[in-house]
């Protein structure tokens, strides 16, 4: 009969303690990378590129770039290889949210808080979100506005989740859908550094969409300076986001090619706020503002709004 | 293995005995027949096992039941229910009105499907008819607060009954969310929790918007 203990799976000591045992035996340590790549397509490093090494945002460690090669290796027919596309925690979710609503002079949201792991969770529910918001606050504003009217008869506009839902994913979708198209085709004109996986796009287009729901809610105050600020607001913090993340990919373009391309996204991204806030929010009231003259008799001037 | 080869079966020892299984104390459930009793009794331990699920979701506390053995019956006949009482809301043109039968019937599968889909693609246990029963149970108490308002709309519609309406409704929506959370929050990988439960609130926040601005003709 043969020795049963040699059929035994052998446990394998800690580290420490198996260096102990034998100290001449040969150790590799695998730490993190001292040199990172500095760009990942693997060409020579021209001296005028500091900038590119920030907006790559390598400086941080890349623990995640060992791992990067490794995924995504199931076959799109099985289950597994859409499970890689939500392969996040709560707390990188919160993070990419937060990138994106605070953007980091210099930094890019993609290399910063992506890093090859785009995911679909973020893009997904906060664009389902954001059609909620839209019609619930529309609906909402509505009411408001319309309270003191003796005609008005309260309706819930339930036609408008479709339509909310029809534009905020078309733009989600097919607007990154046409810029990958366009990028990669000038990226075969020009030798570009950066460019972005599809999916990429996908996440950033999504994530950008957040700083949209707060905005959504406060929509509700029917006062137009209001508004407006808002929509201002809210388009500097995510047009920012998205142009810091899209400059590296056209800088070397053609000059006008380039800013045209900026120019665009930002231009569209204006489009979708402003006309979410046209078509779902009716005009508050025109306000007449008379001017307050002091009266003898004590009597005020009331203001109509 | 060297000591095997000594091992020989001898021809000596004939090979015989009974190769049928024997069938030992008969439990109730197995070899029972479902051909021949009344119908009867076949509807009402349908009925009954919907029952105990409803039980369950209004005092929701760690059972087997809703998960182990889950069915659909219940949620189909929530959701009819809360589709026909939902539809037909106020509207001046067709347009503007609220949902209608086939609009609720849809988002509220088409949600749970999504629902459950996103709890699986991030990793749940969870399997998919399990989360589609228990999120189609939790609809209770928002059938039941569907019940309530139309009640109280038709004692009146003035500021008093929109309190009454908004106070059950966002009490009804706390016991749906909690109820379903109680349920699935188990199976998910621990530091995603947070993720599957957003989509769950956001599913049961558009519901209880729907029965909250109900307003009939």
């Known amino acids: 009969m043969a020795a049963v203990d040699d059929l035994k799976f052998q446990e394998f000591d800690d580290a420490a303690n198996l260096l102990a045992a034998n100290p001449d035996a040969t150790t590799i ?28 945002g390598t400086d941080d460690s890349d623990k995640t770039e060992l791992l990067a090669g490794q995924k995504k290796s199931a076959p799109f027919w099985t289950f597994e290889y859409y499970q890689t596309f939500f392969d996040v925690d709560t707390y990188q979710v919160l993070d990419r949210i937060k990138g994106s609503v605070f953007p980091v002079p210099g930094k890019n949201f993609v290399r910063l808080y992506i890093r090859s792991n785009p995911d679909l969770y973020g893009p997904f529910w906060i664009c389902a979100t954001l059609v909620f918001t839209i019609a619930v606050s529309g609906n909402l504003s509505n009411f408001f506005i319309h309270l003191g009217q003796p005609t008005y008869h ?60 707060p905005t959504a809610i406060l929509w509700i105050i029917p006062q137009n300076v209001v508004r407006w600020v808002l929509v201002m607001f809210s388009l500097c913090l995510s047009g920012s986001v998205l142009v810091m993340t899209f400059w590296p990919a056209v800088r070397d373009d053609n000059r006008r090619i380039a800013l045209a391309t900026v120019g665009t996204i930002v231009l569209l991204h204006a489009l979708l706020a402003v006309g979410c806030l046209a078509y779902f929010f009716d005009a508050p009231e025109l306000d007449f503002s008379a001017p307050i003259s002091p009266d003898h008799n004590g009597t005020t001037v009331i203001i109509e709004s | 293995f060297a000591g095997l080869a000594d091992v020989s079966i001898s021809e000596d020892i004939p090979v015989e ?23 009867r009794d076949t509807i009402m331990r349908d009925l009954k096992a919907v029952g105990k699920k409803f039980v369950h979701v209004m005092y929701p506390k760690k059972s087997s039941a809703l998960l182990r053995d889950w069915d659909l019956w219940g949620p189909l006949v929530l959701c009819v229910s809360l589709a026909l009482m939902l539809q037909g809301g106020s509207a001046d043109s067709k347009d503007d009105g609220g949902p ?70 966002v009490a009804m929506f706390g016991w749906s969310t909690l109820a379903s959370t109680a349920f699935l929050a188990d199976s998910q990988p621990p530091n995603r929790k947070a993720l599957v439960v957003y989509p769950i609130f956001l599913f049961y926040f558009v519901i209880s918007w729907m029965i909250l601005t109900f307003t009939p003709q």
């Open chain 1, 154 to 213: 309260y309706v819930p506009e339930f036609r408008k989740v479709s339509i909310a839902a029809t534009t905020i994913y078309a733009y989600a979708w097919l607007v990154p859908l046409a810029l990958w198209g366009f990028l990669v085709w000038r990226n075969s004109k020009v030798m570009n550094i950066v460019s972005y996986s599809f999916l990429e796009i996908v996440c950033v287009y999504g994530y950008s969409l957040f700083i949209y729901i």
């Open chain 1, 29 to 56: 340590s695998i730490d993190e990378p001292a040199a990172v790549p500095k760009n990942q397509h693997g060409r020579l490093q021209e001296p005028g590129r500091e900038e590119d090494d920030e907006l790559l």
């Open chain 2, 17 to 39: 005995g009974e190769i049928t299984v024997p069938v030992g104390s008969r439990s109730p459930d197995e070899d029972y027949s479902t051909l021949d009793e009344p119908v």
């Open chain 2, 100 to 169: 209608q039968f086939a609009e609720v019937f849809v988002i509220i599968w088409f949600g749970a499907v999504v629902i459950t889909l996103n709890s699986k693609l991030l990793g749940g246990t969870i399997s998919f008819f399990q989360s589609l029963c228990v999120l189609g149970y939790c609809i209770l108490p928002l059938t039941v607060a569907m019940l309530v308002c139309r009640l109280v709309l038709l004692a009146g519609s003035g500021t008093i009954s929109f309190i009454v309406r908004l106070i059950v409704v």
